[in-house]
């Protein structure tokens, strides 16, 4: 990795001026940060040698770290799902769908978003402030200057740790999100577990749950290459560090939802 | 051994260097001083090839530095060990492992070949007893040690110094002044050290530099850079020894 150089530019007025700085700076970001996944795939091979630790840490602190809260968020979320739309069935005399209507709308759309938006917000900082500290105090070009290429070191083992944690999470989200729904369902709908299962697992297919799926590899990609380049160009010390971790959530987000809705467009 | 001609760098639309030259002996020592801000640090990225020039050349025993192929770059860094301002230990890897790592990533030792380098060292810094310690558990001072620990375990030919001496007390600065040069003496090492620390560069320079706009406006031996006229060298002196209540440099 070749060392981001600053770009601190003689600042600009005009408004043309302006626009044209943001454009190219833009522009700077998604290629290095596209640049940055790239490249750490291609040290994939060094998990199952000198990375493994490192791997294995990074998915106890992506994946079984992430678990409670998980768990906390999918179970509402599923339980909001089935009262929302459970009293507009009720309507209908149509509450027995409810289970239908949960699973697929967890597993097509919320699982896998619900799980990203949680590990871009804990894991996904984490990793921005983490690399962004490293930065500012020397500790990654002290790493160029042993022959150790950052991305391969830091970059690579938290990639596939995120890629295999974050689908695993979505399933979890998906599992939970349907019991939350089934709560519901039971307690304010009257709709017996039974038939909200029955209804659940029916109309809903592997097909559904496989994009869901491959949504949550792209977010995990997303995640981790936006919060690896927000940390490798920190500058200016602590100020830095929090500016570069806040970017790495907002920015992450932003891509999830859009790159989300994309992927929808081309599924459905 | 190492050559920059003409070397110039903007960064932020500044200046920083303007057409620096000089030439590095083997076996010397050159430290390079000056006032924030006028580029020392960015020498020293740029002789790691961090920091490409805007223009000039850099040539390392007579090849051009700046168009090696990446197998030669990597070949090029590996002859440098660099002491970094903060030390730059990575805080999740015990001390040992620190110092082992430039071994465990780039070199296929066996782990009691490293284990062997590690303690030898470890005794040469006199930093026996922290190996099994995290940096964030041990003083400043000890962490520079270890820092150059790990810049020497590679047996490099060429020493960085950033501000070795930065940060800690006027004892432990002279502590750190002579463990580099017991380097230069027992390893025959080639430093170039960078330095606000009058008296470290006094200490352990052959020849003492001090950027001025963007070059080296003095490069001198400690004798000739003490009695230099210009103002420049004159001020920069004078504010390390005369501060305050103190007027006058004790003999």
Redesign the interface.
């Given at each position: 990795m070749r060392?981001i150089?600053?770009t601190?530019?003689?600042p600009v007025k005009n408004p043309v001026q302006l626009l044209g700085r943001r454009i190219s700076e833009y522009t700077r970001a998604i290629g290095f940060t596209i640049l940055i996944i790239l490249e750490s795939f291609l040290f994939s091979f060094q998990l199952f040698t000198?990375r493994r630790h490192e791997f294995i840490r990074q998915m106890m602190n992506c994946g079984v770290r992430s678990l409670f809260i998980t768990s906390i968020v999918a179970v509402f979320t599923g339980m909001i799902l089935a009262l929302q739309a459970g009293l507009i069935l009720k309507s209908y005399n149509q509450e027995v769908q409810v289970g239908t209507l949960v699973a697929k709308t967890m597993c097509r759309e919320m699982g896998p978003f619900m799980a990203a938006l949680i590990l871009a917000a804990s894991v996904g900082s984490a990793y921005a402030a983490e690399i962004g500290t490293?930065t500012v105090?020397?500790?990654v070009?002290?790493l160029?200057?042993?022959?150790?290429n950052p991305l391969s070191?830091l970059v690579t083992p938290r990639l596939w740790a995120m890629i295999f944690m974050c689908p695993a999470l979505t399933v979890f989200t998906n599992a939970l999100g349907i019991i939350g729904g089934m709560i519901v369902a039971e307690t304010q709908l009257s709709v017996s577990p039974e038939a909200y299962y029955d209804n659940a697992l029916q109309l809903l297919t592997a097909s559904e749950i496989h994009k869901g799926l491959l949504k949550s590899v792209v977010f995990a990609i997303i995640i981790v290459g936006i919060s690896a380049y927000q940390g490798f160009t920190t500058r200016d010390g602590a100020v830095g560090v929090g500016k570069a971790t806040r970017k790495a959530v907002v920015v992450s987000f932003l891509y999830i939802l859009m790159s989300g809705y994309f992927i929808s467009r081309i599924f459905y | 051994m190492l050559e920059f001609n003409d070397i110039s760098k903007s960064?932020?639309?500044r200046k920083i260097l303007n057409k620096l030259n000089f030439s590095l002996e083997r076996g010397e020592t050159l430290v390079i001083v000056g006032p924030s801000g006028t580029g020392k640090s960015v020498t020293l990225?740029h002789i790691?090839g961090?920091?490409t020039p805007d223009e000039g050349t850099i040539q390392y025993e007579g090849s051009d530095v700046l168009n090696l192929d990446s197998t030669g770059q990597?070949d090029y860094?590996?002859k440098?060990?660099?002491l970094?301002?903060?030390a730059?230990?990575?805080a999740w890897l015990t001390v040992e492992e620190n110092i082992a790592?430039?071994l465990?990533?780039?070199t296929k030792l066996s782990p009691d070949e490293i284990h062997e380098r590690v303690q030898r060292v470890i005794k040469l810094v006199q930093l026996e007893g922290a190996e099994h310690k995290k940096p964030s558990e041990i003083s400043g001072g000890m962490q520079k040690r270890a820092g150059l620990a790990?810049a020497i375990i590679?047996e490099p030919e060429i020493i960085l110094y950033d501000e070795p001496t930065s940060g800690l007390d006027p004892v432990m600065s002279r502590h750190i002044d002579e463990l580099i040069l017991d380097m230069q003496k027992e390893l025959g090492i080639t430093s170039v050290v960078v330095t606000h620390d009058l008296h470290s560069a006094f200490a352990i320079g052959d020849r003492i530099a001090m950027l001025h706009e963007g070059a080296f406006g003095e490069i001198s031996t400690p004798q000739d850079f003490v009695k230099s006229d210009k103002p420049y060298v004159k001020q920069f002196i004078q504010a390390q020894f005369t501060t305050g209540k103190v007027k006058e440099i004790p003999s």
């Open positions: 060392h150089e600053p601190e530019l003689p000198k490293m105090s020397e500790e070009t002290a160029q200057t042993m022959s150790i070191f | 960064l932020g639309g990225k790691l961090i920091f990597k860094i590996k440098f060990g660099v970094f301002q903060s730059a230990l990575l790592l430039p465990v990533e780039n790990r590679t």
